[in-house]
């Protein structure tokens, strides 16, 4: 009698934790639903200029337009005139950027391409360093507010130190400065 009691004592005590651990499974969070999704990082193949670039997404290259900043153009097939500041600022894009490895960010409140196809995106370093805003604090950008983007308040303040420091296009070479109307 007191082997079948111990019996029955087991079986009672392991359904009891089973029913303990299938408890503690339903009310917990499954993986699926706390595991966000991963980055994916990708290359840069080519920089177009100081403000856009073209990126390999698994054998599809697609041009990429960082968004919040504008450049000054370079002479090109569309665009013969060049703007003051513009190879430089094409030059450290590509110092930065050439076959790096990065991550691309869409901005929620911005649509996803621009009227020329070109995907908008935010494009970080593997270092989590943000080109847009280097190139705007590192004065080869200007901050770009065509509508209203995430990181809009930080770039005009970058932007803002860049010309007081007289920093790359905000020097006395090009004038910016100085004549607003020329951007």
């Known amino acids: 009698m007191t ?13 009891l934790v089973a029913l303990i651990a299938a408890l503690i499974g339903y009310l ?18 080519e920089v177009i200029d100081g403000d856009t670039i073209k990126v390999d997404f698994g054998g599809q290259i697609e041009t990429v ?4 900043i504008d450049t000054p153009e370079i002479a090109n097939p569309y665009n013969p005139k060049e703007e003051c500041f513009g190879r430089e600022a094409a030059q450290y894009a590509r110092e930065l950027l050439e076959k790096q490895l990065v991550y691309l960010i869409k901005d ?15 494009v970080f370093l593997e270092d989590g360093t943000l080109i847009n805003a280097k190139l705007i604090k590192d004065g080869y950008a200007f901050n ?3 509508k209203p983007f995430q990181f809009m308040k930080q770039f005009d303040y970058l932007e803002k130190q860049a010309k007081e420091n007289r920093t790359g ?11 607003s109307t020329q951007r």
Do not use: M
């Open 3 to 15: 082997q079948v009691k111990s019996k029955l004592n087991k079986i009672f005590l392991l359904l």
């Open 28 to 45: 917990l969070p499954h993986k699926s639903s706390a595991i966000k999704e991963a980055a994916t990082l990708y290359r840069v193949v």
């Open 65 to 68: 337009r960082l968004i919040g």
């Open 108 to 122: 929620p409140s911005h649509s996803d391409r621009d009227k020329y196809n070109r995907l908008l995106r935010y």
């Open 144 to 146: 770009y507010i065509y």
């Open 169 to 179: 296009l905000w020097s006395d070479k090009c004038n910016y400065y100085f004549d």
